[in-house]
C-alpha cells in the first residue's frame, strides 16, 4: 500500500489536471481570442446557421459550385467522417472516377477535369477546392445563372484564398462562401440587394 496509494493518488492527480481543467482552460481561452472558429466557424444568413467554413457540404444543383466527392457516409456527413479506404488501383474507385469524369468532361470539354473534383479528401469532409476546379464549373454556372463567365470568374478570382504567410497550405477556394457571394451578386443584380436564398445543400 506504501507504494500503491502514492500511485493511485497521481493517476487521480493527472486525470484531472490533463483530461479536465486542462482542456476546459484552453476552450476558454480559445473562445476570447479566437471566438469565431471555437465556435466552429459558423456561417449565418439572416440569422440562420447554413453551415461550417470547416465543414464541406454537398451542392448538388447545377446554379452551385460544386465541392469534391465525399465518402463520409452517403456525403459531407460529418458524424461518419471518413476517406473510401480504396487502395489506388480498386476496381470500383477507377469506375467511379472514370464516372465521374466523364460527366465533368461532358460538362466543359475545354478544359481539362481537376483532380480534386473527381478525388475525395481524407476526412470527406474538405469545404474547400483549388482554383482550377472552381474555375472549370464557370460556364456551367454562368449559363445556370444566365450570366456572363467574365462575371462568375472574376468572383472566383476574388475568392481565392492564398498560402498562409505565403509558404503553408494551397491556394483554395471555400464552396460554402463562394456560393453564398454568387448568391448575393445574383440578387443584387436582380434587386439591388446582397441577400442570400442559399440552400443548405
Same mark, same amino acid.
Given at each position: 500500500?506504501? =507504494?500503491?496509494?502514492?500511485?493511485? /493518488?497521481?493517476?487521480?492527480?493527472? /486525470?484531472?489536471?490533463?483530461?479536465?481543467?486542462?482542456?476546459?482552460?484552453? /476552450?476558454?481561452?480559445?473562445?476570447?481570442?479566437?471566438? =469565431?472558429?471555437?465556435?466552429?466557424?459558423?456561417? %449565418?444568413?439572416?440569422? *440562420?446557421?447554413?453551415?461550417?467554413?470547416?465543414?464541406?457540404?454537398?451542392?448538388?444543383?447545377?446554379?452551385?459550385?460544386?465541392?469534391?466527392? !465525399?465518402?463520409?457516409?452517403?456525403?459531407?456527413?460529418? #458524424?461518419?467522417?471518413?476517406?473510401?479506404?480504396?487502395?489506388?488501383?480498386?476496381?470500383?474507385?477507377?469506375?467511379?472516377? #472514370?464516372?465521374?469524369?466523364?460527366?465533368?468532361?461532358?460538362?466543359?470539354?475545354?478544359?481539362?477535369?481537376?483532380?480534386?473534383?473527381? /478525388? #475525395? !479528401?481524407?476526412?470527406?469532409?474538405?469545404?474547400?477546392? %483549388?482554383?482550377?476546379?472552381?474555375?472549370?464549373?464557370?460556364?456551367?454556372?454562368?449559363?445556370?445563372?444566365?450570366?456572363?463567365?467574365?462575371?462568375?470568374? %472574376?468572383?472566383?478570382?476574388? =475568392?481565392?484564398?492564398?498560402?498562409?504567410?505565403?509558404?503553408?497550405?494551397?491556394? =483554395?477556394?471555400?464552396?460554402?462562401?463562394?456560393?453564398?457571394?454568387?448568391?448575393?451578386?445574383?440578387?443584387?443584380? *436582380?434587386?439591388? %440587394?446582397?441577400? !442570400?436564398?442559399?440552400?443548405?445543400?
Amino acid at each position: 500500500m506504501q =507504494h500503491i496509494r502514492p500511485a493511485i /493518488t497521481m493517476i487521480l492527480v493527472m /486525470t484531472l489536471i490533463t483530461g479536465l481543467f486542462y482542456p476546459l482552460a484552453f /476552450t476558454g481561452l480559445a473562445g476570447v481570442i479566437f471566438p =469565431h472558429q471555437a465556435a466552429g466557424s459558423l456561417v %449565418t444568413v439572416d440569422g *440562420k446557421v447554413i453551415g461550417s467554413e470547416v465543414i464541406g457540404q454537398q451542392f448538388t444543383s447545377d446554379k452551385y459550385f460544386h465541392g469534391r466527392p !465525399s465518402a463520409a457516409g452517403n456525403g459531407y456527413d460529418a #458524424a461518419n467522417s471518413s476517406g473510401s479506404n480504396f487502395a489506388p488501383t480498386a476496381k470500383k474507385l477507377k469506375d467511379r472516377i #472514370a464516372a465521374d469524369t466523364a460527366k465533368l468532361r461532358a460538362e466543359n470539354p475545354n478544359m481539362p477535369v481537376p483532380d480534386d473534383l473527381v /478525388t #475525395a !479528401s481524407a476526412s470527406g469532409l474538405d469545404p474547400d477546392i %483549388t482554383p482550377a476546379g472552381a474555375l472549370f464549373q464557370v460556364p456551367r454556372i454562368a449559363k445556370t445563372r444566365n450570366l456572363s463567365q467574365e462575371q462568375v470568374s %472574376t468572383l472566383v478570382g476574388s =475568392h481565392i484564398e492564398k498560402r498562409l504567410f505565403g509558404i503553408l497550405g494551397e491556394p =483554395h477556394v471555400n464552396v460554402l462562401k463562394l456560393n453564398l457571394a454568387l448568391d448575393a451578386m445574383e440578387l443584387s443584380k *436582380k434587386s439591388g %440587394t446582397n441577400r !442570400s436564398n442559399l440552400p443548405a445543400g
